[in-house]
């Protein structure tokens, strides 16, 4: 469907997403926020880390030509704008890291951002659409089409995989992501009662593997009438 097609279940003006202290939720969200000993995420929602493998493996994003010394970010690297922090060591990664991550009617939007790592996703709760932006194959120069613009992909997440709804989806690393609530049901009145997912990172989470998409590199990356339909979804 038409991403205009796909109504989020939160009123049109949202509640701040990045008002991380001051957020209310119906009682039965709050108490799986609770539950699950779950923080306010920097991107919109909520989340915990429940695992990160102890084992450590080299770093695959870093240009490792010598390897032991050689510890730069290559400036063809397609998926950085990302800078790595002077004086941490990123010569290694954890294996993996899962997560919890709940949006929820109090914080209904995951902004825009991407990771270097690639991302599976599996759905608990509730009902959510995803927004795309394959800007690594704009950066990447593969792709000529349409001025170069890049490919949007849109899908719903949930509980009918009758009607396509995912239970399993994977984002590869490079790709910025956005998602929101949906009602439970198409045109269902019910309040939801959030979007409770697990994703797991290969390898491990790292804020150094990660930015938020700005309003600049939006408009570079699509046509202009696709800006107004997404800029709702970045994160100021
Ligand atoms: N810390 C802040 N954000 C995240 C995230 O998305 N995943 C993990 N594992 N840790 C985080």
């Known amino acids: 469907a038409p991403l ?22 119906p009682p039965t969200v709050q108490k799986t926020i609770d539950l699950l000993s779950m923080q306010a995420h920097i991107e919109g929602g909520y989340y915990v880390e429940t695992d990160r493998d102890p084992l450590n493996v080299p770093n695959p994003f ?4 010598d390897p032991g010394t050689s510890y730069t970010v290559p400036e ?5 704008d990302i800078r790595l922090s002077p004086g941490q060591d990123h010569s ?40 795309l932006i394959h800007a690594d194959e704009v950066l990447r120069g593969d792709r000529t089409a349409e001025n170069n613009k890049a490919r949007i ?7 009918d995989i009758e009607r396509g709804e995912k239970l399993q989806w994977i984002v590869e690393g490079g790709k910025f992501k956005a998602s929101f609530l949906l009602p ?26 990660h930015d938020f998409m700005r309003a600049a590199m939006l408009v570079e990356l699509l046509k202009p009438e696709e800006v107004e339909e997404l800029k709702w979804l970045l994160r100021e």
């Not at 709940?102 to 659409?129: A, D, E, K, Q």
């Open 76 to 80: 063809t690297d397609v998926t950085s």
């Open 184 to 209: 439970d049901t198409d045109g269902g009145d019910k309040q939801s009662e959030g979007l409770l997912i697990s994703e797991t990172v290969v390898p491990g989470f790292e804020f150094a593997d």
């Open 62 to 65: 870093i240009n490792n030509k």
């Open 92 to 131: 290694t990664r954890s294996a993996s890291t899962t997560i919890y991550y709940y949006i929820t009617p109090g914080s209904p939007l995951g902004c825009f951002h991407r990771n270097r790592g690639r991302t599976v996703h599996t759905l608990h709760r509730g009902r959510g659409c995803y927004v």
């Open 4 to 25: 205009s097609q796909i109504k989020p279940s939160f009123a049109p003006t949202p509640v701040d997403n990045n008002d991380m202290n001051n957020r209310t939720e």
């Open 153 to 159: 992909e849109t899908f719903v997440v949930g509980h």
